[in-house]
């Protein structure tokens, strides 16, 4: 995640500044004020950039999908197995190395009311990464692709909650393996 927001533009910064408060924080713990002197700007600047909190939420959530969507490798992998593989790297590489992301995702998907729009861009997210995974699985000969596709998509629902509540619980990598070593 280091490299998300990482420029020194004013709006980068206020980015930054959000997603790291509203990660120790929570989003309701979290003021403009409070982003706008992390991010070292007035709070009439961050107001220009962002109308409320709900708008910078959204905008963070935007960005960060744009950054977590699937990204088209530049050798497509030849065979399912080998799709399969390059998606679970992909997937656990977020788990492993965006744990200030995950802290801000998990308390917004568990909270109710406020941020539909977020719920729905999760719900959409997963539901096409679980297709894509049941497609792969069918096309690895694995029996009931759907629900073994379901199974996993709800155990990384479980990692992630594990990661916000105690990351140094969260084996990531010998989970990755295990889920590896069943499939392939």
């Known amino acids: 995640m280091e490299h998300l927001f990482a420029s020194d533009l004013k709006s980068d910064r206020i980015l930054r500044a959000a997603l790291n408060l509203f990660s120790a924080h929570g989003y309701h713990g979290t003021s403009m004020q409070h982003i706008a002197s992390e991010a070292g700007v007035s709070k009439g600047l961050l107001f220009h950039h962002f109308a409320d909190k709900s708008s910078l939420l959204h905008a963070l959530i935007d960005s960060l999908q744009q950054h977590?969507?699937?990204?088209?490798?530049?050798n497509i992998p030849s065979n399912p197995a080998e799709a399969f593989h390059a998606l679970i790297d992909q997937v656990f590489g977020h788990l492993e190395h965006g744990q200030t992301l995950v802290k801000l995702l998990v308390p917004l998907a568990i909270h109710i009311g406020g941020t539909e729009t977020f719920h729905q861009l999760m719900t959409q997210k997963m539901q096409g990464v679980q297709v894509y995974l049941a497609d792969l699985m069918r096309?690895?000969?694995?029996?009931?692709?759907?629900?073994?596709?379901?199974?996993?998509?709800?155990?990384?629902?479980?990692?992630?909650?594990?990661?916000?509540?105690?990351?140094?619980?969260?084996p990531v990598n010998e989970i990755k393996t295990a889920v590896l070593a069943k499939y392939l």
Do not use: H, S, W
Request: glycine fraction near 6%.
């Open 68 to 74: 977590l969507a699937p990204k088209t490798p530049t």
């Open 139 to 170: 096309q690895m000969g694995v029996a009931q692709p759907e629900l073994e596709a379901q199974q996993l998509a709800l155990m990384l629902d479980g990692l992630q909650l594990r990661i916000a509540i105690d990351p140094q619980y969260a």
